[in-house]
């Protein structure tokens, strides 16, 4: 399948990788390209989203580079200036910009618990902010939000701040589908489960990468491709009628059972 974001333009935040490989943010924006869209890749670091517009463009797909600190309302207003400038309109925002954190409930402290609403849930804010104008004016378009399974699922017990960050994200799908529908405007969300990206490999060792890889009903180590194809259906004129919901793609682990349930049944009575 090709051009299902022709003629579309997209923004994507935290559009850069924090380390070798593909996060996230990357692959999406890649995706997007690949799809026909005009892809604005802002991240905080200008050469994180250098490599990634270097890949779109070694393909023959247009994209280019804005540096931004998201969390910044201005910076957020100065980035959707660029992309009208650069691109005309502006139909998708992907809002791809997320920290995880390290701090259990004994140990959390202000700044630590502060800084997490700021980067994963106002730079959200204030990017939609920023875009929905343009949107408005180009007649309609998509916002997609990174929450994570962390927001559906007991985690680790460090990542108090970030758990109810991304439960956060899920909330403020809900709110904006709720005030932007009338604009024609749909807004979602995307949980990734346990995908194996540059985020996560800097704090697992390959015991850790297995258990990962197999803790879902599929067996196969999920990536960061596996994210981006779900921003590309939500963005794409195929979700036309999907608003406010929550996309978990995490191999099934939030229907599983831990432990599991009764015997299953013998396979002559399937
Ligand atoms: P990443 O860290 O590789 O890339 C994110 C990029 O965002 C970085 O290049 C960073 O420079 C940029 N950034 C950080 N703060 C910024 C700011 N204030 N302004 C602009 N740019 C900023 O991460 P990724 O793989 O692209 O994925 C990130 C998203 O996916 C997060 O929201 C994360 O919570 C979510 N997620 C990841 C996993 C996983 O296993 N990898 C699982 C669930 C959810």
């Avoid at 799809?35 to 200008?46: I, N, Q, S, Y």
């Avoid at 925002?93 to 997490?116: C, F, K, M, Y």
């Avoid at 960061?224 to 999907?242: N, Q």
Wanted: aromatic fraction near 4%; glycine fraction near 10%; charged fraction near 20%.
């Amino acid at each position: 399948m090709a051009d299902r974001l022709k003629g579309k333009v997209a923004v994507v935040t935290g559009a850069g990788s924090r380390g070798p490989g593909v996060g996230n943010g990357k692959a999406a924006a890649v995706l997007m390209a690949r799809e026909g869209a005009k892809v604005l890749c802002v991240d905080l670091h200008d050469e994180r989203a250098q490599e990634t517009v270097d890949l779109i463009k070694s393909e023959g797909f247009e994209a280019s580079v804005f540096g931004a600190d998201v969390t910044r309302q201005e910076s957020c207003r100065s980035m959707a200036s660029a992309a009208v400038e650069r691109y005309g309109r502006i139909d998708i925002l992907q809002n791809n910009v997320g920290i995880p954190s390290r701090q259990t409930l004994a140990d959390i402290t202000e700044d630590e618990w502060d800084e997490h609403f700021v980067v994963n849930v106002r730079s959200m804010v204030m990017a939609a902010q920023s875009v929905v104008p343009h949107m408005i004016a180009a007649g309609g378009g998509a916002i997609i939000n990174l929450s994570s399974i962390a927001a559906v699922r007991a985690y680790p017990a460090t990542s108090t701040a970030y758990t109810v960050s991304k439960s956060a994200a899920m909330g403020l799908t809900v709110a904006l589908a709720g005030q932007l529908g009338q604009h024609r405007i749909r807004v979602n969300a995307v949980a990734p489960g346990q995908v194996f990206t540059p985020l996560v490999a800097e704090r697992l060792d390959e015991e850790g990468r297995q258990r990962r890889a197999t803790s879902g009903l599929i067996k196969d180590e999920g990536n960061a491709w596996d994210i981006g194809w779900a921003s590309v259906f939500l963005a794409s004129d195929e979700a036309r009628w999907i608003t406010g919901q929550t996309l978990l793609v995490d191999a099934g682990i939030s229907v599983t059972i831990p432990g599991g349930g009764i015997a299953t049944l013998p396979p002559q009575r399937l």
